[in-house]
């Protein structure tokens, strides 16, 4: 950053040497070629969106004078931006009391008063004449129940970059950088590993991983033109390649794939722009749809019907699709919504199939409704904002400019509100809202690259709180919240570790402050 070094007597060359040696040998910090920090990033095409520098690209001290000027008061140029890179305090805005979201989370949290309660009087007068606790005044002893309590669920020797509860609750799958996929028992209020597939194909890393609604499955993703089917139960695998069969001539990778509710198909977005779906009854790709300029970031079913998908993509659109009138000579959406000023990273849709939030690049949240799509003119202002973006989330600091863009509205940003305060780089970054069954869904609660866990407020707009750790100082890529467990939530970290947090201390595992720091395998 450029912000001015804190006061006080300035150190040694030695001392700085020395302090540098140290963070060094610790992998705290990497220091860049100075030649090349100013410089316009390589196109996408040929890097990697989840891949950081080569180690060539990293110097090894030349001389003295270089940490000097490294370390002057005004340039830095640490790569650990959860120590370096300064908190960026966004004014919160609250969602609109007229909003039907405000009225039904309201309701759905069993805090709807006076006036505000004959909205819904007609489609509620049973339950609130009733003596018995309302699902809403259940849930209302619950929402506060946030996680507060760190602990270790697992831990690896490399980047761990996705992890999410079934459906039920009873178990968690995750992917890490040593290519195992790790499937967890958490019946019971337990965390136990019962089985390792050694994924196929794999480049980089396990990109995406996700249960089959019926929980025998699991899909996942490489750098790869398959997606690739495994057994969840049982001690021999059935391992299974999806040929989705591209027309791509360069380097091909799925970034992001769900099933459908009924389990016989599989969406999947793609760095070539497009959507793939695959028919697993019929065995074969049956749907490519071009659908963004760019790389395909994220892709998901709206709602229990899977007829209605939602893509978001380093153009910085979301678009909506029917699948009912899906064509690839005609690929049209059925909308799109356009306000963010970089690429979307992820797309969770709430599940009532009206509303869904989009993580992105621009360091912000949207919350948008879906009977309420944006004008071609926000389409035109969102695509050419996103061209004027030439810094490189994966290995540069967010722009100043970006933040002090934040409070400006694109023209034709028809989205419903914005949440904003953590830190979007390095990776695609993973936000959801919190379960209705404890929380109502009162919350929107986000991975960080500062090594935190973000909670929103979706009603006030504020974080009501930052979950961290002294020893999970890099990159936090996915979230999950235990759909049924009030306060119990799992993160996964580019530390290696999966961090389990918990409203109460949890005895039975190891607490993270008590591990010292680890240099982790560099693939």
Same mark, same amino acid.
């Given at each position: 950053?450029?912000?001015?070094?804190?006061?006080?007597?300035?150190?040694?060359?030695?001392?700085?040497?020395?302090?540098?040696?140290?963070?060094?040998?610790?992998?705290?910090?990497?220091?860049?070629?100075?030649?090349?920090?100013?410089?316009?990033?390589?196109?996408?095409?040929?890097?990697?969106?989840?891949?950081?520098?080569?180690?060539?690209?990293?110097?090894?001290?030349?001389?003295?004078?270089?940490?000097?000027?490294?370390?002057?008061?005004?340039?830095?140029?640490?790569?650990?931006?959860?120590?370096?890179?300064?908190?960026?305090?966004?004014?919160?805005?609250?969602?609109?009391?007229?909003?039907?979201?405000?009225?039904?989370?309201?309701?759905?949290?069993?805090?709807?008063?006076?006036?505000?309660? @004959?909205?819904?009087?007609?489609?509620?007068?049973?339950?609130?004449?009733?003596?018995?606790?309302?699902?809403?005044?259940?849930?209302?002893?619950?929402?506060?129940?946030?996680?507060?309590?760190?602990?270790?669920?697992?831990?690896?020797?490399?980047?761990?970059?996705?992890?999410?509860?079934?459906?039920?609750?009873? %178990?968690?799958?995750?992917?890490?950088?040593?290519?195992?996929?790790?499937? +967890?028992?958490?019946?019971?209020?337990?965390?136990?590993?019962?089985?390792?597939?050694?994924?196929?194909?794999?480049?980089?890393?396990?990109?995406?991983?996700?249960?089959?609604?019926?929980?025998?499955?699991?899909?996942?993703?490489?750098?790869?033109?398959?997606?690739?089917?495994? @057994?969840?139960?049982?001690?021999?695998?059935?391992?299974?390649?999806?040929?989705?069969?591209?027309?791509?001539?360069?380097?091909?990778?799925?970034?992001?794939?769900?099933?459908?509710?009924?389990?016989?198909?599989?969406?999947?977005?793609?760095?070539?722009?497009?959507?793939?779906? +695959?028919?697993?009854?019929?065995?074969?790709?049956?749907?490519?749809?071009?659908?963004?300029?760019?790389?395909?970031?994220?892709?998901?079913?709206?709602?229990?019907?899977?007829?209605?998908?939602?893509?978001?993509?380093?153009?910085?659109?979301?678009?909506?699709?029917?699948?009912?009138?899906?064509?690839?000579?005609?690929?049209?959406?059925?909308?799109?919504?356009?306000?963010?000023?970089?690429?979307?990273? +992820?797309?969770?849709?709430?599940?009532?199939?009206?509303?869904?939030?989009? @993580?992105?690049?621009d360091q912000s949240i949207k919350l948008w409704d879906l009977r309420r799509f944006s004008p071609g003119e926000g389409e035109s202002a969102t695509l050419a904002r996103v061209g004027e973006q030439f810094w490189d989330y994966r290995d540069q600091d967010v722009p100043k400019r970006v933040w002090k863009d934040m409070k400006e509205k694109l023209p034709g940003d028809s989205s419903v509100n914005t949440y904003a305060g953590h830190l979007v780089k390095h990776t695609l970054l993973r936000c959801h809202f919190s379960p209705m069954a404890t929380t109502g869904q009162r919350y929107i609660y986000t991975a960080c690259a500062?090594?935190?866990?973000?909670?929103?407020?979706?009603?006030?707009?504020?974080?009501?709180?930052?979950?961290?750790?002294?020893?999970?100082?890099?990159?936090?890529?996915?979230?999950?919240?235990?759909?049924?467990?009030?306060?119990?939530?799992?993160?996964?970290?580019?530390?290696? +570790?999966?961090?389990?947090?918990?409203?109460?201390?949890?005895?039975?595992?190891? %607490?993270?402050?008590?591990?010292?720091?680890?240099?982790?395998?560099?693939?």
């Open positions: 950053g450029d912000g001015e070094g804190e006061g006080g007597e300035e150190p040694t060359v030695l001392q700085l040497a020395s302090g540098m040696r140290v963070m060094l040998s610790e992998g705290n910090v990497i220091l860049m070629n100075p030649a090349g920090r100013h410089s316009r990033p390589e196109p996408w095409e040929t890097r990697d969106p989840d891949e950081e520098p080569e180690r060539e690209d990293v110097l090894e001290l030349p001389h003295l004078q270089f940490l000097t000027r490294l370390f002057g008061p005004r340039r830095s140029n640490f790569r650990h931006s959860s120590l370096f890179e300064e908190d960026v305090e966004i004014q919160p805005t609250p969602l609109d009391p007229q909003c039907d979201l405000y009225q039904q989370i309201k309701y759905d949290t069993g805090q709807l008063t006076g006036s505000s309660q @004959n909205v819904l009087r007609q489609i509620s007068r049973n339950e609130l004449m009733s003596d018995t606790p309302t699902a809403g005044q259940k849930i209302s002893t619950t929402m506060n129940m946030l996680p507060r309590y760190s602990c270790i669920a697992d831990q690896f020797e490399a980047r761990v970059f996705c992890g999410s509860y079934s459906k039920d609750g009873s %178990k968690f799958i995750s992917a890490c950088q040593d290519k195992g996929i790790y499937l +967890y028992d958490t019946s019971g209020g337990q965390f136990c590993r019962r089985k390792r597939v050694q994924a196929r194909d794999v480049g980089w890393s396990v990109l995406d991983v996700t249960l089959s609604p019926d929980q025998e499955w699991f899909a996942y993703s490489t750098w790869s033109p398959y997606v690739y089917l495994c @057994n969840v139960e049982g001690t021999q695998e059935n391992h299974y390649s999806l040929d989705l069969s591209p027309n791509f001539d360069d380097r091909f990778g799925i970034f992001a794939l769900r099933f459908s509710s009924d389990n016989k198909e599989i969406v999947a977005s793609a760095n070539d722009g497009f959507l793939y779906l +695959y028919d697993r009854e019929h065995c074969g790709r049956v749907l490519r749809i071009d659908a963004h300029q760019d790389d395909a970031n994220a892709v998901a079913f709206a709602d229990e019907s899977s007829q209605v998908i939602c893509s978001g993509g380093d153009d910085g659109l979301c678009k909506v699709w029917d699948r009912r009138t899906l064509s690839e000579s005609n690929p049209t959406p059925v909308g799109v919504f356009a306000g963010h000023k970089d690429g979307i990273t +992820y797309i969770d849709p709430k599940g009532d199939n009206r509303y869904l939030i989009t @993580n992105s690049k500062r090594g935190r866990v973000i909670i929103y407020d979706v009603l006030t707009g504020r974080i009501v709180d930052k979950l961290m750790s002294r020893q999970c100082q890099r990159c936090i890529r996915d979230v999950c919240w235990h759909p049924f467990e009030p306060g119990v939530l799992v993160s996964s970290s580019w530390d290696g +570790y999966l961090q389990m947090w918990t409203r109460e201390q949890r005895r039975d595992y190891v %607490k993270l402050d008590s591990l010292e720091p680890r240099r982790l395998i560099n693939y």
